[in-house]
């Protein structure tokens, strides 16, 4: 069982940064692949970014690409969203998820309760 924990979400104007962060227990972190997911008010869960079990290798939807980066600690059984250049779209419910897949949430076992982000015009 692991549990994912998100904390960094709040109040930021357009054009500012944020940076999330999902700490997870247990020892087997690095056994999975970590992803971030947004679910904005009468919207479905969007994927965002994903990152494979060594850090190796990332994902980004087209949203996220170039201004969101995905990192992970496996020593500190973290993983990171740093987001850039914020948009008021970005404005969501953000939730970190373990397990075996990349953009799917149903590739997901474990998730987070979610952090708000909300972008000021």
């Known amino acids: 069982q692991v549990q994912l924990v998100e904390s960094g979400g709040g109040l930021v104007q357009a054009g500012g940064s944020l940076r999330l962060s999902c700490a997870a227990s247990?020892?087997?972190?690095?056994?999975?692949?970590m992803g971030w997911f947004r679910q904005a008010p009468g919207k479905e869960r969007e994927f965002v970014a994903a990152i494979n079990r060594s850090g190796s290798t990332t994902y980004y939807s087209d949203s996220a690409k170039g201004r969101f980066t995905i990192s992970r600690d496996n020593a500190k059984n973290t993983v990171y969203l740093q987001m850039n250049s914020l948009k008021p779209e970005d404005t969501a419910v953000y939730y970190c998820?373990?397990?075996?897949?990349?953009?799917?949430?149903?590739?997901?076992?474990?998730w987070g309760q979610g952090t708000q982000v909300t972008v000021s015009s």
């Open positions: 998820a373990g397990g075996a897949g990349y953009a799917r949430p149903s590739e997901y076992d474990y």
């Open positions: 247990g020892r087997t972190f690095s056994s999975y692949a």
